[in-house]
């Protein structure tokens, strides 16, 4: 069936570390791809997203690569923030009969100054 | 502005004591859905409806009922509950389906003892 693994927390980095958060799936099909972000308190909200091979979402200095080869959608930032501090979800949307989303487990993210 | 609201924001409780905790949007959305958040187990789907009068079940819907009788609302009952479902609950919609980005609410920390 569906699914969906998302690299494990917390991750603990500096200011202006290289940030890497691995996400793969498992699908019959090609689905869209999203990664959505829980500040402290907050609702979730989308911060990127792809829905074709080869497409890359960006928003904030956050970036993923839709990989269909690898099943992949690995969150990337160059330069982290502690503004950037919370929780990150991988979200796969299968468009099946089911018309259904699964979340990763959520990455939280620390990062210190 | 374009929202989805819950209310309450936050619900003490005892066991057996049905609830209904409401969610509204004002974009015009078709697809609606609602989840847990568990730590340790991420986001899981309880309930999602594609338009009016369409529910369908998710990933943990027992113990839980919804109803959909007009595009903006989409209200999760719980008829009798149970500690277990103590837990943090969002509510979300988006323009269509699943593949389409999900807006979500703030939550709802419920406690059941």
């Known amino acids: 069936g569906n699914s969906v693994t998302q690299m494990e927390g917390p991750v603990t980095l500096s200011e202006e570390a290289f940030l890497t958060i691995n996400c793969t799936y498992t699908a019959t099909g090609y689905p869209s791809l999203f990664w959505y972000v829980q500040y402290p308190g907050e609702g979730l909200q989308l911060l990127l997203k792809?829905?074709?091979?080869?497409d890359k979402g960006s928003n904030k200095g956050f970036e993923a690569t839709y990989r269909k080869e690898t099943t992949s959608f690995h969150l990337e930032k160059g330069s982290v923030q502690v503004s950037d501090s919370a929780v990150y979800f991988c979200a796969p949307s299968f468009m099946n009969r089911d018309d259904k989303i699964i979340f990763g487990k959520g990455t939280r993210l620390h990062i210190l100054p | 502005e374009a929202q989805v609201t819950q209310n309450p924001r936050y619900l003490i409780t005892v066991t057996g004591k049905k609830l209904t905790v409401t969610c509204s949007q004002n974009m015009n959305h078709e697809y609606m859905s609602w989840y847990r958040q568990d730590p340790g187990l991420g986001l899981r789907q309880i309930y999602y409806s594609m338009n009016v009068e369409v529910t369908d079940k998710g990933d943990v819907p027992e113990g839980y009922k919804v109803s959909r009788k007009e595009k903006r609302n989409f209200p999760l009952i719980l008829e009798s509950p149970s500690p277990n479902q103590t837990s943090l609950y969002f509510c979300?919609?988006?323009?269509?389906?699943?593949?389409?980005?999900?807006?979500f609410g703030p939550g709802t920390r419920l406690t059941v003892l």
């Open positions: 979300a919609s988006s323009f269509s389906s699943s593949r389409d980005t999900q807006y």
């Open positions: 792809a829905t074709k091979a080869d």
